[in-house]
């Protein structure tokens, strides 16, 4: 696996492969990042994860400090799960001096995640606009767990005719549930059992759509009440249309029922499907 810095580089790297994959990350991989890797390898000819810590997505500059960092690491782990290259460019590198430029996605930036984590997702499609400028990859990878992410980065890709297929893969979890996140090496001990209550809550949610309820009040009350249990407040959770993050009020058709929340000094999402 080659890694590379630089912009002219990595597009020298991959030119003239038939399929590119990229797999962009924020580093500290897991095994939820390797899931993707893993799927741009099944697929592509030439697999390039991207790693940057993307400093203009973060709202919170302590957050942006204490996030985990550990290049060495995620290049022995990005090589084993089959990646051809590992894009690290610096921050000077993604916005050089005179940076003046913002991808954003009217509305669907602005609600749940988009409300509590003000400009979040304008840094978000303005650094996966520029990646797939940079390496216009035949296709992208992106995992479930960040599915308001996901749903921004298809209206972009849609609305600005870029010419790359977004592949989601399903949210990989630990035994007991909970969803695999960089942020989870920051939970103490006891925060990170407290956590278990995430996926709890919505397991319990999804059964009560199973059994026939579908009234969104009720199911996003069975998810609070579970956090509760756990001395957890949510900053949201909500029952929401898969492509527009609309808030549905009955469920007719498949929905999803996201959240988030602080546990400990650490902000958690997850988000589960739910099929009337
Ligand atoms: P991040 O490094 O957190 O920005 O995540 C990079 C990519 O990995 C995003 O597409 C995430 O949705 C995906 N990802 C993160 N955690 C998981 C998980 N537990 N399961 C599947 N994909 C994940």
Request: aromatic share 4%; hydrophobic share 50%.
């Amino acid at each position: 696996m080659k890694i590379i810095d630089q912009v002219a580089a990595v597009r020298a790297a991959v030119a003239g492969s038939p399929r590119v994959g990229l797999v962009p990350t924020m580093g500290a991989l897991h095994e939820g990042h390797l899931s993707l890797i893993r799927a741009a390898r099944r697929s592509c000819d030439l697999v390039v994860v991207w790693l940057f810590v993307n400093p203009t997505q973060f709202n919170d500059a302590a957050d942006l400090d204490a996030y985990p960092r550990d290049q060495e690491r995620d290049a022995a782990l990005a090589a084993d799960a089959g990646a051809d290259i590992l894009f690290a460019p610096g921050v000077e590198t993604v916005y050089p001096a005179g940076f003046a430029s913002t991808v954003s996605v009217a509305g669907l930036s602005e609600i749940l995640e988009g409300a509590h984590r003000p400009g979040h997702f304008a840094g978000v499609t303005t650094v996966v606009a520029k990646m797939l400028n940079m390496l216009r990859p035949q296709v992208a990878f992106f995992g479930a767990k960040d599915a308001q992410q996901v749903a921004l980065i298809r209206r972009m890709v849609t609305d600005l005719n870029i010419d790359t297929e977004i592949e989601v893969l399903p949210i990989v979890r630990e035994s007991d549930g909970l969803a695999l996140s960089s942020r989870n090496v920051l939970l103490t001990a006891q925060d990170r059992q407290r956590a278990t209550a995430l996926f709890r809550g919505l397991s319990a949610a999804r059964q009560r759509v199973v059994d026939g309820e579908r009234d969104a009040a009720v199911l996003t009350g069975v998810v609070a009440a579970a956090l509760a249990q756990a001395n957890i407040t949510a900053d949201y959770v909500s029952v929401v249309d898969p492509a527009t993050f609309e808030p549905i009020k009955t469920v007719t058709e498949p929905a999803l029922i996201a959240l988030a929340a602080r546990v400990g000094s650490t902000r958690l999402i997850d988000n589960i499907e739910v099929t009337p």
